[in-house]
């Protein structure tokens, strides 16, 4: 803030044209620029479905990781059992990342098959 208004001054004076005399009549316009920002990617992170991971260590996970209730958790495990995939959430990319890392790491040291993927949305 403070260099905007230092620019500002320094612009109003050299727009005036009075070259530090104090003469000038001329006007300025100071237009402030924005620097336009652009909304991160965003990805899906999912589960899917195997024949050996239990239904209630999806439960776990589901709530463990991705902060979902037992209703909702339950809701999820059943769409990856009936449709082999479902989703746990949409986070940027490195959200996404460590969620899948976090869920893969606890099924390899709990010894289930149960993968977890991320995809842009």
Same mark, same amino acid.
């Given at each position: 803030?403070?260099? =905007?208004? %230092?620019?500002? #001054?320094? !612009? ?6 009075? /070259?530090? @005399?104090?003469?000038?009549?001329? @006007?300025? *316009?100071?237009?402030? *620029?924005?620097? #336009?920002? #652009?909304?991160? /990617?965003? &990805?899906?992170?999912?589960?899917? /479905? =195997? =024949? &050996? @991971?239990?239904? +209630?260590? %999806? ?14 958790? !339950?809701?999820?495990?059943?769409? %990856? ?5 479902? +989703?746990?959430?949409? &986070? !940027? &990319? +490195? *959200?996404?990342? @460590? ?5 893969? =790491?606890?099924?390899? #040291? ?6 977890? %993927?991320?995809?842009?949305?």
């Amino acid at each position: 803030m403070l260099f =905007d208004r %230092v620019m500002s #001054k320094e !612009t109003r004076r050299s727009d005036e044209g009075d /070259n530090g @005399t104090g003469t000038g009549t001329g @006007t300025g *316009v100071i237009a402030k *620029v924005r620097p #336009k920002t #652009k909304r991160p /990617n965003l &990805y899906r992170v999912l589960l899917l /479905n =195997d =024949d &050996y @991971t239990p239904m +209630e260590f %999806v439960v776990h996970v589901l709530e463990r990781f991705f902060g979902k209730d037992r209703e909702a958790a !339950t809701r999820i495990m059943m769409h %990856v059992h009936q449709h082999g995939v479902g +989703e746990c959430g949409v &986070y !940027t &990319y +490195e *959200v996404a990342e @460590t969620k899948v890392t976090q869920v893969m =790491d606890f099924a390899r #040291k709990h010894q289930h098959p149960l993968q977890c %993927v991320m995809e842009r949305k």
